[in-house]
């Protein structure tokens, strides 16, 4: 499954996906889980919480065992995830504005 609509981040220490972004795919909070709270641009309350998921593909680049983050971004649902330093750093990305590309140095 395909998550579109996902903005880089690099002001982001942690990468987040909507929690309706991947509930098609069995991704969901459970009693478990533990619920984190961070402060956002202008002081305003956010909970979400964290999961261990099987794998991740971005772009042709796969790898697996990753923990993630869950919780509302855009409450008017047009932005699906936010992608953070945690994997922009694991996958050395190297982000060009001039040219607006994203590339991976695996």
């Known amino acids: 499954m395909a ?22 795919i069995g991704i969901f909070a459970e009693l ?19 999961k261990q998921v099987d794998g991740v593909n971005l772009g042709s680049v796969n790898f697996a065992n990753v923990r993630l983050d869950f919780g509302v971004i855009d409450p008017y649902g047009n932005i699906n995830g936010l992608l953070g330093l945690d994997i922009l750093m ?3 990305a190297v982000i060009d504005l001039k040219n607006l590309k994203l590339s991976l140095e695996i």
């Open 3 to 24: 998550i579109e609509n996902i903005v880089i981040d690099t002001g982001a220490a942690e990468t987040i996906l909507s929690p309706d972004a991947v509930e098609e």
């Open 32 to 50: 478990d889980d533990y619920v984190h709270s961070f402060y956002g641009i202008g002081g305003s309350l956010h909970n979400f919480y964290s």
């Open 90 to 92: 694991k996958l050395n």
